[in-house]
């Protein structure tokens, strides 16, 4: 059958098909959807419209077949121009039908719910919105983004972060970028144009063919693959599925913002900058951005900000709470973790870790997915049984990859104790038999020089108080800011 149709083809394709030829020909593409999608790429017809061609139908049928009277070439260039015709009759059809429907749109002010999309090119300040295209395949794209259906099934990214579902009835789904195109092989992807730099493509499940723009070869990607696109290659990189908003996701940051939970966050955060014991909170919103090197995303919120870390050596430099002890401290961020492969990841270091200077502080994610606060000089209480010598929590963080999650600890040297908490919850009590008071000053966000405290993924209003917060207000703390409901 397969060999068959690849002659009948490439006899049409060279002039020389026959009159009985033509005659198998047509009525395997009236048959057989993959066949008319094969025939429609070997003539050069834009790869929309071999999508649609899945979807042909006889106009009639008969239940006699078509008996044709001569191998004429009259006849030849006739059910040739049929062909043609009925190429170009789903071509005008499909040109008049949506592309794809806006599902939700949480914080996008360019497009409503329900909105049909079609050839035009849009463009996302803020926010995130869902789609689905004509042939089923869901897409979250988030903001700042720009893009364009060339058809259902192809999409253009300018820019933009897209996590891509696709049911095996979008196979073929592509998205196409500056520098380079991704081909969906019926899976779940995500695709990041930023605005400066090369676009990634990850693979969360299935199968992707990627080419890079000026590239002769493809790319065959499976899950747990990922590259990026620059200057005609593609480059292996990490995948970082937790990157991207997935479609599951959005109803949820749909409802918050329904909820009215961002102004409940504004509010939390006036009251804490009233705090006197406040010694920072940062919401990356000033206009004068901080000191490292790291790309800045959307945050928790449509249209906020956050630091984004991906590489070894990106970090945020701060310079907070020095020239003094802080017998009582307070640690807080909301974190969305993209990966957890690192042996440390830094939520906030300061700089150095010298028995010189006792008291340093160092909160990071370790090794078992779990949260650390290690203050350099503290030793652990004799009833304490900690892995490394040092505090750590209970719960893993592991679970709440790919979403956003509030972390706090909180410190007193007083009472010789390190608490901790995972989304406003109590999670675990540490005794220690020394236990300095904290030392801050010149610190680190991010990688703190050295490979193994790479951090993968976005920090949120970043909180150091400078006394111990109860159960109660981290609880509240959480409640407040959870962009979630």
Known sequence: MKADLTNLMSVYLDGSISAPQMQQLNTLLLADGAARREFAELLNVDSALAALAADWAPAQTSAKPTRWLTPSPRWIAAAAACISLLLGAWFWQNTHQAYATVGKAAGVVELADGTKLRGESYAISAGSISLITARGARIVIEAPAEFRFESAQRLHMKRGRLAADVPPAAKGFTVITPTGDAVDLGTRFGVDVPSIGAAEVHVFQGEVITKASGAHANQNLRSGDAVSFAQGTSTTRELRSSAFIQPDELPGLTAGLAAGQRARSAAALAALKQ???????????????????????????????????????????????????????????????????????????????????????????????????????????????????????????????????????????????????????????????????????????????????????????????????????????????????
Do not use: C
């Not at 904290?438 to 970043?462: C, F, H, M, T, Y």
């Open 275 to 485: 705090d006197p014991t406040l010694i920072a909170l940062l919401d990356f919103e000033s206009a004068e951005e901080m000191p490292g090197v790291y790309r800045t995303v959307q945050g928790r919120w449509p249209g906020s900000h956050a630091p984004e870390f991906v590489n070894v050596g990106d970090h945020l430099k701060l310079d907070v709470g020095g020239g003094r002890d802080w017998p009582q401290l307070t640690l807080a961020a909301w974190v969305r973790i993209d990966r957890l492969g690192a042996p440390y990841q830094s939520l906030l270091h300061t700089d150095g870790w010298s028995h010189n200077n006792p008291g340093q502080v160092h909160w990071m994610i370790n090794r078992d997915t779990t949260m650390r606060l290690a203050l350099i000089g503290n030793t652990l209480a004799p009833d304490a049984h900690e892995r490394d010598g040092h505090p750590d929590s209970l719960t893993s963080v592991l679970p709440e990859q790919g979403r956003w999650v509030h972390l706090s600890t909180v410190y007193d040297s007083s009472r010789g104790t390190v608490r901790f908490y995972l989304n406003g919850r109590f999670d675990k009590e540490v005794h220690q038999q020394i236990a300095h008071p904290a030392r801050l000053g010149p610190a680190q966000i991010g990688n703190w020089n050295q490979q193994d405290r790479k951090l993968s993924g976005r920090v949120d209003e970043l909180l150091l108080l400078g006394r111990a917060m109860s159960d109660a207000e981290l609880r509240a703390l959480h409640a407040a800011g959870n962009p979630y409901r």
